[in-house]
């Protein structure tokens, strides 16, 4: 076990519709990562918080957006969803920069 | 951050030490050399990762070349449970802002043979 919690493991929705996914992160880790995995594309980085600030950016789509809130917890918005964003969408936390990572265990979102 | 190359697959016999090699010859100084991995469809998992010395944990043995182009990953004795995709990832040391974040490649698939 991680220590990173990331809710809910399965979503399940239609095309054009928006959801959140919600992570949080290992006790006192400042930082939280978004991945993305699709079947394509492999892991890919798409947003970094540190202590509520953006920090960095990957190739997040304008149509997702992602927060880090007061008590670290951070959301991952996915708007007017498509087919192609059916993926595994992994949220991962590090204590300071330059710590290791440590991933959850995702949440799978299925777009039909 | 340095690319790196693994094999894309690779079998080991249950009960062998597996040994794992990527090629990062592009390496900078600050860089360091991380190893995940990620059984079936769960979360990558945090192995072990060095910068010049080798590194022993209760998971692995991490082995550096000296010039720092490439390395092994060493998991002692192989068991079923350690069939899983390996990733070897080159990362700025310490802090980078904006820079932080993992890169993953395809990494090496490995079976365990029983």
């Known amino acids: 076990d991680s220590g990173v919690t990331q809710t809910p493991k399965h979503l399940i929705t239609a095309t054009g519709q928006r959801v959140t996914l919600r992570c949080s992160p290992r006790?006192?880790?400042?930082?939280v990562y978004w991945y993305q995995q699709s079947l394509d594309q492999g892991l890919q980085f798409l947003i970094q918080?540190?202590?509520?600030?953006?920090?960095a950016k990957g190739n997040i789509l304008e149509r997702f957006s992602a927060q880090q809130f007061p008590d670290l917890h951070s959301e991952l918005n996915l708007s007017s969803l498509e087919l192609g964003d059916s993926a595994l969408y992994f949220c991962?936390?590090?204590?300071?920069?330059?710590?290791?990572?440590?991933f959850g265990n995702g949440t799978r979102l299925t777009v039909t | 951050d340095a690319k790196t190359t693994q094999p894309p697959s690779m079998d080991c016999a249950e009960g062998r030490a597996a040994n794992l090699p990527c090629n990062h010859s592009?390496?900078?100084?600050?860089?360091?050399v991380y190893w995940y991995r990620q059984i079936h469809s769960q979360g990558p998992q945090y192995i072990i990762h060095?910068?010049?010395n080798n590194e022993t944990n209760e998971m692995a043995s991490l082995i550096i070349t000296e010039d720092r182009k490439s390395s092994t990953l060493i998991l002692p004795h192989a068991t079923l449970r350690d069939t899983a995709v390996y990733y070897c990832?080159?990362?700025?040391?310490?802090?980078?802002?904006?820079?932080?974040?993992?890169?993953f490649g395809t990494g090496t698939r490995l079976t365990i043979i029983p």
């Open positions: 991962a936390s590090s204590p300071r920069a330059g710590s290791p990572l440590h």
């Open positions: 006790s006192g880790d400042l930082s």
């Open positions: 918080y540190y202590n509520g600030e953006e920090r």
């Open positions: 592009t390496i900078s100084g600050n860089e360091y």
């Open positions: 060095g910068l010049k």
């Open positions: 990832i080159v990362r700025v040391a310490g802090s980078n802002f904006g820079n932080e974040k993992l890169t």
